[in-house]
């Protein structure tokens, strides 16, 4: 059985003034296998982010069902642990502090906490920076701390969204490559969010193409390219393949928001 | 790659300053000026530009302030005021501190006591003295209240604010990682707020200075706000500008310290 089960989900969200009902997600099914590492990519509106947040539990279903390892989801799980987009560092908190913030969650404590955060912070690089405070750090760094505190709850399932949105370019190259690296070693079930193509098929072993109004999954592509992967299968045979792939997808989205907005 | 980006390093590097040696143009444009204004005030009365009577002179209040720290009971007056400062700003910190949580963390709360709370900080409140004086006599007591009233509404409102604007996004974080209603509010509310409560105790201090001057000018028999209405009567230029030099060397002083603690804590929010 697949480790992640969406069934028939929606999510209806009401608009605050007008009362309008307005659908962010309809009739989405999709299964995750263990140790998968799914990213789920399209344009702004598509729902995706609003999709990883109900994975996460941070959002109501109105329709459908999630499942993790066969428990149904109905709210935050020590089973699932979320790298945000940026700017989700406590920033009181130093480095160690905000890698310590999940396991005081989970109610570790002294030595093993201390201990447990180190090891992850190392894992992500940042072993010299630990007492370091996030404002002293560059945005990589930033969301290298992310990851790490995520990690450390040692969840079944990362949930990532658009975790490096606000990177430039070349940071962005850098750090999809050591979240790769990092990944294969803690073997993790991922779910990725992301609106940039390369990212999604460099990082992924199935893309979910999602589309917008109301949001839904218009195709998922399985990407068979060699693992551990480096920068130089960006210009291999079948990464323009499914490159080409994917921008007629995105296109044909534009385009249709485009009709919309003369007609209205 | 990989290292240049790690290198990259943090946006400010702790190093030993020694650039207390050096004094900054600031400073000594700052103390020119001051020494300039000495100078004229020194000699304008004898210039016969201004009357010595009213104006007095920098030599004749550094005397008057030696003679009142020697004979003029000093320690007395200040050791009241101060009283009524402690006691009025503790009670207004005892207070202010609890009910600004709970407006900050309950919606309701706040829809019931924010309006006549902002009436109320914006209203001088040092209009309610005759009222404390009927209430309270004449003793320290209506100066503590008129303190605790002037302290009390600014740190009520910065610690709501505080409470009450925390980032969604740190509250959507601690949620997914499983916090409770309990974690939350130590975790997140108390510390993200705390810049915010330090700027309403600096406030305070302000308000609480002027309640203990101006009650004790209004109606009282001791303290340092006594003074200055004794030897203002007296025409004691240089006395009552000594008094008023202290009032304004306290106030200063303890806003100082405030703001460089507020500095500190503000430091890990500045991006």
């Given at each position: 059985?697949?480790?992640?089960?969406?069934?028939?989900?929606?999510?209806?969200?009401?608009?605050?003034?007008?009362?309008?009902?307005?659908?962010?997600?309809d009739s989405v099914a999709l299964s995750v296998e263990k140790g998968e590492f799914v990213t789920i990519v399209g344009s702004s509106g598509c729902g995706k982010s609003t999709l990883l947040m109900a994975v996460a539990?941070?959002?109501?279903?109105?329709?459908?069902?999630?499942?993790?390892?066969?428990?149904?989801?109905?709210?935050?799980?020590?089973?699932?642990?979320?790298?945000?987009?940026?700017?989700?560092?406590?920033?009181?908190?130093?480095?160690?502090?905000?890698?310590?913030?999940?396991?005081?969650?989970?109610?570790?404590?002294?030595?093993?906490?201390?201990?447990?955060?180190?090891?992850?912070?190392?894992?992500?690089?940042?072993?010299?920076?630990?007492?370091?405070?996030?404002?002293?750090?560059?945005?990589?760094?930033?969301?290298?701390?992310?990851?790490?505190?995520?990690?450390?709850?040692?969840?079944?399932?990362?949930?990532?969204?658009?975790?490096?949105?606000?990177?430039?370019?070349?940071?962005?190259?850098?750090?999809?490559?050591?979240?790769?690296?990092?990944?294969?070693?803690?073997?993790?079930?991922?779910?990725?969010?992301?609106?940039?193509?390369?990212?999604?098929?460099?990082?992924?072993?199935?893309?979910?193409?999602?589309?917008?109004?109301?949001?839904?999954?218009?195709?998922?592509?399985?990407?068979?390219?060699?693992?551990?992967?480096?920068?130089?299968?960006?210009?291999?045979?079948?990464?323009?393949?499914?490159?080409?792939?994917?921008?007629?997808?995105?296109?044909?989205?534009?385009?249709?928001?485009?009709?919309?907005?003369?007609?209205? | 790659?990989?290292?240049?980006?790690?290198?990259?390093?943090?946006?400010?590097?702790?190093?030993?300053?020694?650039?207390?040696?050096?004094?900054?143009?600031?400073?000594?444009?700052?103390?020119?000026?001051?020494?300039?204004?000495?100078?004229?005030?020194?000699?304008?009365?004898?210039?016969?530009?201004?009357?010595?009577?009213?104006?007095?002179?920098?030599?004749?209040?550094?005397?008057?302030?030696?003679?009142?720290?020697?004979?003029?009971?000093?320690?007395?007056?200040?050791?009241?005021?101060?009283?009524?400062?402690?006691?009025?700003?503790?009670?207004?910190?005892?207070?202010?501190?609890?009910?600004?949580?709970?407006?900050?963390?309950?919606?309701?709360?706040?829809?019931?006591?924010?309006?006549?709370?902002?009436?109320?900080?914006?209203?001088?409140?040092?209009?309610?003295?005759?009222?404390?004086?009927?209430?309270?006599?004449?003793?320290?007591?209506?100066?503590?209240?008129?303190?605790?009233?002037?302290?009390?509404?600014?740190?009520?409102?910065?610690?709501?604010?505080?409470?009450?604007?925390?980032?969604?996004?740190?509250?959507?974080?601690?949620?997914?990682?499983?916090?409770?209603?309990?974690?939350?509010?130590?975790?997140?509310?108390?510390?993200?707020?705390?810049?915010?409560?330090?700027?309403?105790?600096?406030?305070?201090?302000?308000?609480?200075?002027?309640?203990?001057?101006?009650?004790?000018?209004?109606?009282?028999?001791?303290?340092?706000?006594?003074?200055?209405?004794?030897?203002?009567?007296?025409?004691?230029?240089?006395?009552?500008?000594?008094?008023?030099?202290?009032?304004?060397?306290?106030?200063?002083?303890?806003?100082?310290?405030?703001?460089?603690?507020?500095?500190?804590?503000?430091?890990?929010?500045?991006?």
């Amino acid at each position: 059985m697949a480790q992640i089960e969406i069934r028939d989900l929606g999510i209806d969200y009401r608009k605050p003034k007008s009362n309008e009902v307005f659908s962010a997600v309809d009739s989405v099914a999709l299964s995750v296998e263990k140790g998968e590492f799914v990213t789920i990519v399209g344009s702004s509106g598509c729902g995706k982010s609003t999709l990883l947040m109900a994975v996460a539990g941070l959002v109501s279903l109105t329709r459908g069902s999630i499942e993790i390892d066969g428990k149904r989801v109905d709210g935050p799980g020590p089973d699932r642990a979320v790298v945000f987009q940026e700017a989700s560092l406590l920033p009181w908190r130093s480095v160690r502090g905000n890698v310590k913030f999940g396991l005081e969650m989970q109610r570790w404590s002294g030595g093993d906490l201390n201990e447990r955060a180190m090891q992850m912070i190392r894992l992500v690089g940042l072993g010299r920076f630990s007492d370091y405070h996030p404002h002293q750090l560059s945005g990589g760094m930033r969301q290298r701390v992310n990851i790490a505190r995520a990690l450390a709850v040692d969840p079944e399932v990362l949930l990532m969204d658009e975790p490096f949105g606000a990177l430039d370019a070349q940071t962005r190259e850098i750090m999809g490559t050591e979240l790769l690296r990092i990944w294969e070693r803690a073997k993790k079930t991922a779910l990725f969010v992301t609106h940039d193509i390369d990212e999604a098929i460099f990082l992924a072993d199935k893309i979910v193409v999602m589309g917008r109004n109301p949001g839904h999954i218009k195709e998922v592509i399985k990407v068979d390219l060699p693992r551990p992967r480096n920068e130089a299968i960006l210009d291999s045979e079948e990464f323009h393949e499914l490159r080409k792939r994917l921008r007629a997808h995105l296109a044909e989205d534009m385009s249709s928001m485009q009709l919309v907005q003369e007609v209205a | 790659m990989r290292s240049a980006e790690i290198t990259a390093g943090p946006a400010e590097t702790r190093q030993l300053s020694l650039s207390f040696l050096r004094p900054s143009r600031s400073a000594i444009i700052g103390t020119l000026a001051v020494l300039a204004f000495l100078v004229l005030w020194q000699i304008a009365p004898t210039m016969g530009w201004v009357n010595g009577r009213f104006t007095s002179r920098p030599t004749e209040v550094f005397f008057a302030a030696i003679d009142i720290f020697r004979n003029d009971n000093f320690l007395y007056h200040a050791r009241i005021s101060l009283t009524e400062f402690v006691a009025g700003f503790a009670l207004a910190i005892v207070v202010s501190i609890p009910l600004g949580v709970l407006l900050g963390t309950s919606k309701i709360a706040r829809y019931l006591i924010d309006p006549p709370l902002m009436a109320l900080y914006i209203a001088p409140t040092l209009v309610l003295l005759p009222i404390m004086v009927i209430w309270l006599g004449i003793d320290m007591a209506p100066k503590i209240a008129v303190v605790f009233l002037g302290a009390v509404f600014p740190i009520v409102l910065n610690t709501m604010a505080g409470m009450s604007e925390a980032d969604p996004r740190f509250l959507r974080m601690a949620r997914s990682f499983g916090a409770t209603r309990f974690d939350i509010f130590t975790r997140v509310l108390v510390p993200g707020s705390l810049p915010a409560l330090l700027t309403g105790l600096r406030l305070a201090v302000g308000r609480a200075v002027l309640g203990v001057i101006v009650g004790e000018l209004f109606v009282s028999q001791a303290g340092i706000g006594y003074q200055l209405n004794l030897y203002g009567s007296a025409m004691r230029i240089d006395r009552l500008l000594v008094y008023a030099l202290i009032v304004s060397a306290f106030g200063y002083t303890l806003t100082v310290m405030v703001r460089s603690v507020e500095n500190k804590v503000r430091d890990w929010r500045s991006k």
